[in-house]
């Protein structure tokens, strides 16, 4: 069983910083995708950024050139540097990762961005 735990959410004033944590169980380049999705109170799962096995990088026109997805692989965790924050960012963020038709989810970490 994969198991993804989520850190690093929190309170950022607009136009602040957060960088989120995406720990895995198991060796991440098993994954053929990791990715960070968000949800919003009364707003589908989004996604906000991916990246494949190859190294390839998908982002949200919402975010793009405000966040960047990297993952340490001696750590076994994908991270989330989210900068330039703003209100329309507070969300619960998910960590995603995707082999083999499967689909692992983490619990979820809350960003509120407000001033």
């Known amino acids: 069983q994969v198991l993804l735990v989520e850190s690093g959410g929190g309170w950022v004033q607009p136009g602040g910083s957060l960088r989120l944590s995406c720990e895995s169980s198991e060796t991440i380049f098993t994954f053929h995708t990791m990715a960070w999705y968000r949800q919003a109170p009364g707003n589908q799962r989004e996604l906000v950024a991916s990246?494949?096995?190859?190294?390839?990088?998908n982002y949200a026109d919402s975010v793009k050139g405000r966040f960047t997805m990297f993952s340490i692989s001696d750590k076994n965790a994908l991270y989330l540097q989210m900068n330039g924050l703003k209100p329309e960012d507070t969300a619960l963020y998910y960590c995603?990762?995707?082999?083999?038709?499967?689909?692992?989810w983490g619990q979820g970490t809350q960003v509120i961005v407000s001033s």
């Open positions: 995603n990762a995707q082999k083999w038709g499967e689909y692992y």
């Open positions: 990246i494949t096995t190859g190294g390839t990088t």
